[in-house]
Protein backbone atom coordinates (compact mmCIF):
# COMPACT_ATOMS: atom_id res chain seq x y z
CA UNK A 1 0.00 0.00 0.00
CA UNK A 2 1.24 3.40 -1.17
CA UNK A 3 2.14 6.12 1.65
CA UNK A 4 -0.11 8.62 -0.38
CA UNK A 5 -2.98 7.57 -2.69
CA UNK A 6 -4.32 9.48 -5.08
CA UNK A 7 -6.14 8.88 -8.55
CA UNK A 8 -3.91 9.21 -11.21
CA UNK A 9 -6.49 10.52 -13.81
CA UNK A 10 -6.62 12.35 -15.84
CA UNK A 11 -9.66 14.39 -14.10
CA UNK A 12 -11.74 16.13 -17.01
CA UNK A 13 -14.02 18.84 -15.56
CA UNK A 14 -16.07 21.57 -17.87
CA UNK A 15 -15.11 25.05 -17.61
CA UNK A 16 -17.28 26.72 -14.37
CA UNK A 17 -17.68 23.07 -12.76
CA UNK A 18 -16.39 22.01 -9.51
CA UNK A 19 -13.17 19.72 -9.65
CA UNK A 20 -12.96 17.21 -6.85
CA UNK A 21 -9.36 16.02 -5.86
CA UNK A 22 -8.82 13.25 -3.26
CA UNK A 23 -6.28 11.26 -1.71
CA UNK A 24 -5.89 9.14 0.78
CA UNK A 25 -3.14 7.97 3.49
CA UNK A 26 -2.00 5.40 5.11
CA UNK A 27 0.36 6.73 8.45
CA UNK A 28 -2.85 7.39 11.16
CA UNK A 29 0.40 9.60 12.89
CA UNK A 30 0.19 12.49 9.93
CA UNK A 31 -0.35 15.76 11.20
CA UNK A 32 -0.29 18.10 8.00
CA UNK A 33 -1.28 18.25 5.01
CA UNK A 34 -0.68 19.96 1.65
CA UNK A 35 -1.77 20.23 -1.70
CA UNK A 36 0.50 21.23 -4.53
CA UNK A 37 -0.33 22.25 -8.03
CA UNK A 38 2.55 21.83 -10.73
CA UNK A 39 2.04 22.57 -14.28
CA UNK A 40 4.32 20.56 -16.71
CA UNK A 41 7.89 21.30 -16.79
CA UNK A 42 7.46 23.45 -13.23
CA UNK A 43 8.27 22.87 -9.81
CA UNK A 44 5.37 22.05 -7.36
CA UNK A 45 3.62 25.61 -6.06
CA UNK A 46 1.92 25.34 -2.39
CA UNK A 47 -1.91 25.44 -3.09
CA UNK A 48 -3.04 24.57 0.37
CA UNK A 49 -1.96 23.34 3.73
CA UNK A 50 -4.46 22.04 6.25
CA UNK A 51 -3.52 20.50 10.13
CA UNK A 52 -7.16 20.31 11.60
CA UNK A 53 -10.35 17.78 10.60
CA UNK A 54 -13.06 20.45 9.00
CA UNK A 55 -12.81 22.43 5.85
CA UNK A 56 -9.78 25.37 4.60
CA UNK A 57 -11.01 27.73 2.14
CA UNK A 58 -8.83 30.29 0.26
CA UNK A 59 -10.59 31.56 -2.33
CA UNK A 60 -12.15 29.08 -4.91
CA UNK A 61 -10.03 26.46 -3.13
CA UNK A 62 -11.07 24.84 -0.50
CA UNK A 63 -9.28 21.70 1.69
CA UNK A 64 -11.10 19.20 3.56
CA UNK A 65 -9.75 16.79 6.14
CA UNK A 66 -10.83 13.79 7.39
CA UNK A 67 -8.53 12.01 10.09
CA UNK A 68 -10.51 9.51 11.24
CA UNK A 69 -11.11 8.39 7.42
CA UNK A 70 -7.87 9.16 6.36
CA UNK A 71 -8.22 11.05 3.39
CA UNK A 72 -8.21 14.65 2.11
CA UNK A 73 -9.59 16.15 -0.39
CA UNK A 74 -9.09 19.36 -2.78
CA UNK A 75 -12.18 21.18 -4.26
CA UNK A 76 -11.95 24.05 -6.93
CA UNK A 77 -14.74 26.05 -7.42
CA UNK A 78 -15.42 27.67 -10.59
CA UNK A 79 -12.69 25.41 -12.55
CA UNK A 80 -10.69 27.62 -15.44
CA UNK A 81 -8.61 26.45 -17.73
CA UNK A 82 -5.45 28.10 -16.33
CA UNK A 83 -6.43 25.19 -13.49
CA UNK A 84 -5.61 22.43 -15.85
CA UNK A 85 -2.48 21.03 -14.31
CA UNK A 86 -1.07 18.36 -12.14
CA UNK A 87 -2.44 18.20 -8.51
CA UNK A 88 0.08 16.42 -5.69
CA UNK A 89 -1.62 15.46 -2.32
CA UNK A 90 1.44 15.75 0.35
CA UNK A 91 1.16 14.35 3.91
CA UNK A 92 3.48 15.24 7.06
CA UNK A 93 3.79 12.65 10.28
CA UNK A 94 5.46 16.19 11.48
CA UNK A 95 3.17 19.96 12.64
CA UNK A 96 5.95 21.48 10.71
CA UNK A 97 6.43 20.81 7.25
CA UNK A 98 9.13 18.42 7.93
CA UNK A 99 9.59 15.43 5.57
CA UNK A 100 6.78 15.49 3.32
CA UNK A 101 5.74 12.55 1.20
CA UNK A 102 4.05 13.01 -2.03
CA UNK A 103 1.28 10.66 -3.61
CA UNK A 104 1.90 10.70 -7.20
CA UNK A 105 -0.83 13.14 -8.32
CA UNK A 106 -3.82 13.58 -10.23
CA UNK A 107 -3.66 15.43 -13.86
CA UNK A 108 -6.83 18.07 -14.35
CA UNK A 109 -7.79 18.88 -17.44
CA UNK A 110 -10.46 21.72 -17.43
CA UNK A 111 -12.47 21.98 -20.76
CA UNK A 112 -13.67 24.98 -22.31
CA UNK B 1 7.23 33.07 1.35
CA UNK B 2 11.31 32.42 0.56
CA UNK B 3 12.38 32.60 -2.92
CA UNK B 4 13.97 29.95 -4.31
CA UNK B 5 17.15 29.75 -7.05
CA UNK B 6 18.68 26.91 -8.05
CA UNK B 7 21.83 26.33 -10.33
CA UNK B 8 22.05 24.82 -13.27
CA UNK B 9 18.46 24.96 -14.55
CA UNK B 10 19.40 22.08 -17.14
CA UNK B 11 22.24 20.45 -18.10
CA UNK B 12 23.45 16.75 -20.06
CA UNK B 13 26.29 15.34 -18.77
CA UNK B 14 28.39 12.09 -19.43
CA UNK B 15 27.87 8.85 -17.35
CA UNK B 16 30.77 8.72 -15.11
CA UNK B 17 30.94 12.38 -14.46
CA UNK B 18 29.25 14.52 -11.43
CA UNK B 19 27.52 17.46 -11.16
CA UNK B 20 27.11 19.91 -8.44
CA UNK B 21 23.82 21.81 -8.24
CA UNK B 22 23.28 24.89 -6.46
CA UNK B 23 20.47 25.99 -3.85
CA UNK B 24 19.96 29.79 -2.63
CA UNK B 25 17.66 31.21 -0.36
CA UNK B 26 16.79 35.23 0.02
CA UNK B 27 16.20 34.38 3.62
CA UNK B 28 17.73 32.35 6.98
CA UNK B 29 15.85 28.96 6.79
CA UNK B 30 16.89 26.41 9.24
CA UNK B 31 15.87 23.26 7.16
CA UNK B 32 16.18 22.57 3.57
CA UNK B 33 15.47 19.48 1.53
CA UNK B 34 16.13 17.61 -1.85
CA UNK B 35 13.98 15.64 -4.05
CA UNK B 36 14.25 14.16 -7.20
CA UNK B 37 11.22 14.06 -9.59
CA UNK B 38 12.18 10.93 -12.22
CA UNK B 39 10.62 11.63 -15.38
CA UNK B 40 6.39 11.24 -15.30
CA UNK B 41 7.16 10.64 -11.38
CA UNK B 42 6.12 12.22 -8.18
CA UNK B 43 8.65 13.63 -5.91
CA UNK B 44 10.91 11.42 -3.83
CA UNK B 45 12.63 12.92 -0.84
CA UNK B 46 16.70 12.19 -0.70
CA UNK B 47 17.60 13.88 2.00
CA UNK B 48 17.40 16.54 4.22
CA UNK B 49 19.93 19.36 5.16
CA UNK B 50 20.59 21.19 8.10
CA UNK B 51 22.91 23.93 8.85
CA UNK B 52 25.65 22.13 11.12
CA UNK B 53 25.20 19.05 10.79
CA UNK B 54 25.37 15.96 8.77
CA UNK B 55 22.11 15.86 6.25
CA UNK B 56 19.85 13.08 6.63
CA UNK B 57 19.48 10.26 4.11
CA UNK B 58 15.92 9.00 2.96
CA UNK B 59 16.15 5.21 2.49
CA UNK B 60 17.72 4.34 -0.87
CA UNK B 61 20.11 7.35 -0.88
CA UNK B 62 23.79 7.50 -0.04
CA UNK B 63 26.00 10.01 0.53
CA UNK B 64 28.95 9.07 -1.93
CA UNK B 65 26.15 9.14 -4.34
CA UNK B 66 24.59 12.35 -3.52
CA UNK B 67 26.82 14.16 -0.81
CA UNK B 68 25.10 17.17 0.10
CA UNK B 69 26.79 20.60 1.79
CA UNK B 70 25.04 23.18 3.90
CA UNK B 71 27.82 25.69 4.68
CA UNK B 72 24.93 28.50 6.16
CA UNK B 73 21.29 28.94 6.63
CA UNK B 74 20.85 30.45 2.93
CA UNK B 75 22.90 27.96 0.61
CA UNK B 76 22.74 24.30 -0.28
CA UNK B 77 24.43 22.35 -3.02
CA UNK B 78 23.65 18.40 -4.20
CA UNK B 79 26.37 16.59 -5.95
CA UNK B 80 25.48 13.98 -8.25
CA UNK B 81 28.49 11.51 -8.44
CA UNK B 82 29.61 8.85 -10.98
CA UNK B 83 26.10 9.67 -12.81
CA UNK B 84 24.10 7.24 -15.24
CA UNK B 85 21.45 7.36 -17.26
CA UNK B 86 19.32 6.31 -14.29
CA UNK B 87 19.98 9.44 -12.62
CA UNK B 88 18.33 11.70 -15.45
CA UNK B 89 15.53 13.54 -13.70
CA UNK B 90 14.35 16.86 -12.10
CA UNK B 91 16.33 18.13 -8.71
CA UNK B 92 14.09 20.00 -6.72
CA UNK B 93 15.86 22.16 -3.14
CA UNK B 94 12.97 22.91 -0.89
CA UNK B 95 13.11 24.93 2.00
CA UNK B 96 10.64 24.84 5.10
CA UNK B 97 9.08 28.62 5.87
CA UNK B 98 6.61 30.55 7.49
CA UNK B 99 5.15 34.00 7.12
CA UNK B 100 4.65 35.26 10.42
CA UNK B 101 1.64 33.94 12.65
CA UNK B 102 1.38 30.93 10.29
CA UNK B 103 2.34 27.40 9.84
CA UNK B 104 5.12 26.13 8.57
CA UNK B 105 4.89 25.16 4.66
CA UNK B 106 7.44 23.81 2.39
CA UNK B 107 8.78 25.56 -1.07
CA UNK B 108 10.29 24.88 -3.96
CA UNK B 109 13.03 26.47 -6.11
CA UNK B 110 12.92 26.18 -10.18
CA UNK B 111 14.50 22.63 -10.41
CA UNK B 112 17.52 21.50 -12.28
CA UNK B 113 16.47 19.01 -15.54
CA UNK B 114 19.60 16.70 -15.30
CA UNK B 115 19.97 14.43 -18.58
CA UNK B 116 22.30 11.95 -18.11
CA UNK B 117 23.87 10.85 -21.60
Known amino acids: QKEVEQNSGPLSVPEGAIASLNCTYS??????FFWYRQYSGKSPELIMSIYSNGDKEDGRFTAQLNKASQYVSLLIRDSQPSDSATYLC????????????FGSGTRLSIRP | SAVISQKPSRDICQRGTSLTIQCQVDSQVTMMFWYRQQPGQSLTLIATANQGSEATYESGFVIDKFPISRPNLTFSTLTVSNMSPEDSSIYLC??????????????FGPGTRLTVT
Open chain 2, 94 to 107: SVEDREEGLSYEQY
Open chain 1, 27 to 32: DRGSQS
Open chain 1, 90 to 101: AVSRYSSASKII
